[in-house]
């Protein structure tokens, strides 16, 4: 056809590769996707649980649900490979409603062995939040698992807060009515705007990864970690840093004023009967 005619007159060598190139990177990202979505719904996905401990004293005092997918082979599935396929498609919208009712259910099951109240944080993609009927849905699933809604945690992003579609701010504002927790995810990597805290009602700032590493080394750096703690703490927010890998980081962040921590220092990610056993011991 035309357009492949003039292609070929503008140097056909170097078309033919760039549409393999192509096709290549299409066919892996179709071979994802068929594949993310078979193992949703085989129920291959699962949760890992990552504790948050007081900055103070190191006692858990919530955990983040992570998910996570092995391939049939026991392969794991990188998360910034897969999530990211996984908002594109939108198969994160039911994906994500699975994440909530599981760590739900889970934080359910933990009270009811008496081990430990900890807050469940779950994080919520732009494309959940965009459903008409987000609000009604989280609340359905509050109600099936007997979940209670103050300990429960949805971490946001900003870029998820402020956009323009569905209507984000006064559905933030309907989950805060419910007793739901908000958290500000990776504060400090997009327009990071101390007005959106106020404006959407955020209990919890998170401290992006990116600020964390080599903040006891980098002196400008550190100077603006330092400014974050202390205006959240001034506007009455407690301050999680993620990410934390080094004791001296642990400690300049406990110094300034950061409540909790959650970094390979502490725990990594794990799965769920690793995260039991630990609240078991935590517990006695
Ligand atoms: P996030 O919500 O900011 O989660 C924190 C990420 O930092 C996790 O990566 C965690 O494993 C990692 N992390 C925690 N401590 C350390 C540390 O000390 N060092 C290093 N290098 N990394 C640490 P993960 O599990 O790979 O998840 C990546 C992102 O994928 C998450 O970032 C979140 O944005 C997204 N994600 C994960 N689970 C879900 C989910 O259920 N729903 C949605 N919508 N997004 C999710
Ligand atoms: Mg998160
Ligand atoms: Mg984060
Ligand atoms: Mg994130």
Known sequence: DAAMYRAKSLGGGRH?????????????RWTMEHALRKAFEQNELMLFYQPQVSAEN??????????????????PVNPAEFIPLAEETGLIVP?????????????????????????????????????????????????????????????????A?????????SKLAELKALGIRLAMDDFGTGYSSLGHL???????????????????????????????????????????????EEESEYVFLRSIGCDRIQGYYFYKPMPKQDMEQLLMESAS
């Open 16 to 28: 033919h590769l760039y549409t393999q190139q192509l096709n290549g990177d299409l066919f892996k």
């Open 58 to 75: 190191g006692s858990i005092v919530g955990v983040e649900a992570l998910l996570r997918w092995r391939t049939g082979s026991g392969q």
């Open 95 to 159: 994906i994500g409603e699975w994440v909530l009712r599981t760590a739900c259910r889970q934080a359910q099951l933990w009270r009811k062995s008496g081990w430990l109240d900890v807050e469940m944080a779950v994080n919520v993609s732009p494309k959940q939040l965009e459903q008409d009927d987000f609000v009604e849905r989280v609340q359905a699933i509050l109600a099936e698992t007997a979940m209670q809604p103050h300990l429960l945690m949805l971490e946001i992003t900003e870029s």
């Open 161 to 169: 807060a402020i956009s323009e579609t569905g209507d984000a701010a």
């Open 198 to 244: 106020r404006t959407f009602g955020v209990d919890t700032l998170k401290i992006a990864q990116s600020f964390i590493r080599d903040v006891a080394a980098n002196n400008s750096l550190a100077s603006i970690v330092r400014a974050i703690a202390a205006m959240a703490s001034s506007l009455g927010l407690t301050i999680v840093a993620e990410g934390v």
